[in-house]
């Protein structure tokens, strides 16, 4: 089972700076197969990236993901209020796994 | 828009067999290249993948559940379902469905989850 490492574990920052997360897999992982999601508190995760680099329909262009093989990245290049939340990077080889989450919390 | 909605026991009881359904409007689950799929989330964060099926019946499981899970599908009711055995204080956790792009195995639409706990 391929393992993805999120870091860091928690980001604090305030808006409109910008957030770099990252995503580490044990293994390579094929960019067709690796998704972002973003989670706030009592909702489903929501699709932000798809195939590494995508955005899903109606993500705002600040949202957008780089990398390859083993090393995936979300950039958020200004954040607003609402980007507030918990990220997930998600991968699709033999199995599917997710990784650990990355909390983008208010400095 | 599609919606996915969860349905089932809030409370099971350890060995029994946790029940789920999920109901698909604002489209087919016979349309287009998606899968269907299970998901659940621990208290505290972490999200596990439990298993995927399609409208004809196909299903792929998460190999750590695949002893004690079953997916069926049923197309004239536009839902699937999810049948877990054995379970334990473990499996107590939020339960989502979602739709699965089939390309990329990417979750578009999720379900609003369903909290499950495992109890005497």
Known sequence: ?107 | QVQLQESGPGLVKPSQTLSLTCTVSGGSIRGGAYYWSWIRQYPGKGLEWIGNINYSGITHYNPSLKSRVTMLVDTSKNRFSLNLNSVTAADTAVYYCARVRATEVAFDYWGQGTLVTVSS
């Open chain 1, 1 to 107: 089972e391929i393992v993805l490492t999120q870091s860091p574990g928690t980001l604090s920052l305030s808006p409109g700076e910008r957030g770099t997360l990252s995503c580490r897999a044990s293994e390579i992982v094929r960019s067709t197969y690796l998704a972002w999601y973003q989670q706030k508190p009592g909702q489903a995760p929501r699709l932000l990236i798809f195939g590494a680099s995508s955005r899903a329909t109606g993500i705002p262009d600040r949202f957008s993901g780089s990398g390859s093989g083993t090393d995936f990245t979300l950039t958020i290049s200004r954040l607003e209020p609402e980007d507030f939340a918990v990220y997930y990077c998600q991968q699709y080889g033999t199995s599917l796994t997710f990784g650990g989450g990355t909390k983008v919390e208010i400095k």
